[in-house]
């Protein structure tokens, strides 16, 4: 089956610091690839998206790299700010297993950033 | 912007009662979903619905739930006799397209059982 591996949190960085989230997947088919965020408090947002291989998929300065041969889809941000403390979900849909109609999440990463 | 919207934010429930939570998707989308989130776990799917009817249901979505569209706004999830497994952050997301397309989601009931 499906599934979505992302590293755990929390993740503490000092305003200004290098991001880097990792997630990697397993699907039978070929997969859409997400990055939603959740502040505190709310939904579920969509961060930024890819649907094919080598695809960047970016938004409000984070971006993420569809690397098929790796099956991996990790974020990253040049310099984090406090605004972005979150936790962010690798998450992906596929097709190909009849899974168009559901998203697989990974478990969340919590992500802090510090003044 | 459209937003999906959720109601009650938070309810607190008996063992044994009925509880149904309410959405209201974006209105020009046709796809429903519900998921949850057992604290500290993964966010799981647990049903997809279109056209009336379910399309798609994880083992979750066992015969205590059901999901209906009483009329053109709304959409709920109906759980009959919740257990104390059953609290969790629920999520409601809707979407105008289904192979691939963004799921937009609303900001989540979340379900005690005490």
């Known amino acids: 089956g499906n599934s979505v591996t992302q590293m755990e949190g929390p993740v503490t960085l000092s305003e200004e610091a290098f991001l880097t989230i990792n997630c990697t997947y397993t699907a039978t088919g070929y997969p859409s690839l997400f990055w939603y965020v959740q502040y505190p408090g709310e939904g579920l947002q969509l961060l930024l998206k890819?649907?094919?291989?080598?695809d960047k998929g970016s938004n409000k300065g984070f971006e993420a790299t569809y690397r098929k041969e790796t099956t991996s889809f990790h974020l990253e941000k040049g310099s984090v700010q406090v605004s972005d403390s979150a936790v962010y979900f690798c998450a992906l849909s596929d097709p190909g297993s009849g899974g168009y109609q559901k998203v697989t999440f990974g478990t969340g990463t919590k992500l802090q950033v510090i003044p | 912007e459209p937003e999906v919207t959720q109601t009650p934010s938070h309810q607190v429930t008996q063992m044994g009662q009925e509880v149904i939570l309410r959405c209201v998707p974006i209105s020009n989308h046709l796809y429903f979903y519900w998921y949850r989130q057992i604290l500290g776990q993964k966010v799981e799917f647990l049903v997809s619905?279109?056209?009336?009817?379910?399309?798609?249901k994880s083992e979750i979505f066992d015969d205590q739930f059901s999901v209906e569209r009483p009329d053109g706004s709304n959409f709920t999830l109906k759980i009959r006799s919740t257990k104390l497994e059953d609290s969790a952050m629920y999520f409601c997301?809707?979407?105008?397209?289904?192979?691939?397309?963004?799921?937009?989601f609303g900001p989540g009931t979340r379900l005690t059982v005490l």
């Open positions: 997301a809707s979407s105008e397209v289904i192979a691939g397309g963004e799921q937009f």
């Open positions: 619905f279109y056209n009336n009817e379910i399309s798609e």
């Open positions: 890819a649907t094919k291989a080598d």
